[in-house]
């Protein structure tokens, strides 16, 4: 098992620009997320999905675009770069919704520069 | 709303004394709470997690936690602190959706 593997770890890109972060689990996880990471904020929640089709919003959405169409694979799009969006960049995923063993594995983070 | 609060942003303790770290959640029902850690430039490392039964629960690396319903708190703890322990800490809470909502994190320092 790989985990959950983030491409790329390093990016910079222009403001106004747009990419895809990549995520994907070999774990069969339903549950995957994505995190920002800013210097005193914390984690913040961008979108989730619940399994392939099912997306939602997180705490903080905008200007962030998601979709899963297959278990494996939960890529972020950004449509224009904006430097507020200069963050490391976490993907999670977890087993499912239910009790017992949640088991949230996280990637190890792209670090996104926008200039 | 679901939310997680850490009110330390930042403790240092000298090596070999004890650690408590404050956490503090806000959900309608018992929650299922973690905490993680993160070296410098690293990933996030769960350290233990509570679901339900025993409100002691103990986690890698010798660290422990108390669930407090009484106190809506979730404390990690180490009786003795080594300096591979400094690191930043997260507390995180999850509800009947999966959801995972983070504290804003305390960065530990040790001093030698």
């Known amino acids: 098992n790989a985990g959950v593997t983030q491409t790329p770890k390093f990016q910079v890109l222009k403001t106004g620009q747009s990419m895809t972060l990549q995520c994907a689990q070999d774990?069969?996880?339903?549950?995957m997320s994505w995190y920002r990471q800013d210097p005193g904020m914390g984690l913040r929640l961008i979108h989730y999905s619940v399994g392939a089709g099912i997306t939602d919003q997180g705490e903080v959405p905008n200007g962030y675009n998601v979709s899963r169409s297959t278990t494996e694979d939960f890529p972020l799009r950004l449509l224009s770069a904006a430097p507020s969006q200069t963050s490391v960049y976490f993907c999670?995923?977890?087993?499912?919704?239910?009790?017992?063993?949640?088991?949230?594995?996280f990637g190890s983070g792209t670090r996104l520069t926008v200039v | 709303a679901q939310s997680v609060t850490q009110p330390d942003i930042h403790i240092t303790v000298s090596e070999g004394a004890s650690l408590e770290l404050r956490c503090n959640y806000s959900?309608?029902?018992?929650?299922?709470l973690f905490w993680y850690v993160q070296s410098p430039g690293q990933g996030l490392q769960l350290l233990l997690k509570?679901?339900?039964?025993?409100?002691l629960v103990q986690g890698i690396k010798g660290f422990e936690a108390e669930f407090k319903r009484s106190q809506s708190s979730f404390n990690l703890r180490k009786p003795s602190v080594h300096w591979s322990d400094a690191a930043e800490y997260f507390c995180?809470?999850?509800?009947?959706?999966?959801?995972?909502?983070f504290g804003q994190g305390t960065t530990l320092q040790v001093k030698p």
């Open positions: 995180a809470s999850s509800g009947n959706t999966g959801k995972l909502i």
């Open positions: 999670a995923s977890s087993l499912g919704r239910g009790p017992g063993d949640y088991g949230y594995t």
């Open positions: 774990m069969n996880h339903e549950y």
């Open positions: 959900y309608g029902a018992t929650p299922y």
């Open positions: 509570y679901f339900s039964g025993d409100t």
